[in-house]
């Protein structure tokens, strides 16, 4: 405050305003810093973009293995009628593996979205294989590729993998996330994780 009195009292204006500016240095500083803030600003919008892109691939996975465990409860009796003596089809057991991916090509991700229609999702299948078999679909545009596959569908020693494969720039190089779910004496075991390869590559 003294010194704002003083230079007011002065006749030297030109050495008060010297003393009041900036120098080229701190503005210098100044620069520097809000472009250090700007790098990091948009590095945290990108990751958090990927992150909220990425939740469709963990969710739909974590739906895909509850699906696949309702399955595997689900009775699958046939329709036919059972003539005398005969056996049906097991009742408990896994979806077999799907007969296609969805999209069926990679290319159709790679840096935008695929609307999938009705007959992606079981058209290749049967009752008791695949999408059709699961009651899993998209309505929604999506990002990612997925594929079921089962290892076995016994009920006791059966097991599945599920995969959501991406590529939301474009630039060929792949995100995965798998799910698995195995039968350990009888009983369905899941995955506690997806296990997540380059999630947001």
Same mark, same amino acid.
Request: charged share 15%; glycine share 8%; with cysteine.
């Given at each position: 405050?003294?010194?704002?009195?003083?230079?007011?009292?002065?006749?030297?204006?030109?050495?008060?305003?010297?003393?009041?500016?900036?120098?080229?240095?701190?503005?210098?500083?100044? #620069?520097?810093? #809000?472009? #250090?803030?700007?790098?990091?600003?948009?590095?945290?919008?990108?990751?958090?973009?990927?992150?909220?892109?990425?939740?469709?691939?963990?969710?739909?996975?974590?739906?895909?293995?509850?699906?696949?465990?309702?399955?595997?409860?689900?009775?699958?009796?046939?329709?036919?009628?059972?003539?005398?003596?005969?056996?049906?089809?097991?009742?408990?057991?896994?979806?077999?593996?799907?007969?296609?991916?969805?999209?069926?090509?990679?290319?159709?991700?790679?840096?935008?979205?695929?609307?999938?229609?009705?007959?992606?999702?079981?058209?290749?299948?049967?009752?008791?294989?695949?999408?059709?078999?699961?009651?899993?679909?998209?309505?929604?545009?999506q990002y990612y590729e997925y594929e079921y596959t089962a290892t076995n569908t016994s009920p006791n020693t059966g097991g599945f993998t599920a995969n959501a494969h991406g590529d939301?720039?474009?630039?060929?190089?792949?995100?995965?996330?798998?799910?698995?779910?195995?039968?350990?004496?009888?009983?369905?075991?899941?995955?506690?994780?997806?296990?997540?390869?380059?999630?947001?590559?």
């Amino acid at each position: 405050m003294q010194w704002g009195i003083e230079c007011f009292r002065s006749t030297d204006r030109t050495a008060c305003n010297r003393q009041r500016a900036f120098t080229l240095i701190e503005l210098m500083i100044v #620069v520097a810093i #809000v472009g #250090v803030l700007a790098v990091l600003a948009v590095y945290g919008v990108r990751k958090y973009l990927a992150n909220a892109k990425s939740a469709e691939a963990r969710n739909s996975l974590g739906q895909i293995a509850k699906d696949a465990a309702t399955a595997v409860e689900r009775e699958k009796g046939m329709t036919a009628i059972l003539g005398s003596g005969t056996l049906s089809a097991p009742l408990r057991a896994f979806c077999g593996t799907a007969a296609n991916t969805v999209p069926t090509q990679m290319s159709a991700v790679q840096g935008k979205k695929y609307q999938s229609q009705k007959t992606d999702w079981g058209s290749a299948d049967t009752p008791l294989t695949g999408w059709q078999c699961l009651k899993f679909s998209l309505e929604e545009p999506q990002y990612y590729e997925y594929e079921y596959t089962a290892t076995n569908t016994s009920p006791n020693t059966g097991g599945f993998t599920a995969n959501a494969h991406g590529d939301l720039n474009g630039d060929g190089v792949l995100s995965t996330f798998m799910v698995q779910g195995s039968a350990q004496n009888g009983v369905i075991a899941i995955s506690p994780n997806i296990q997540e390869t380059n999630p947001e590559e």
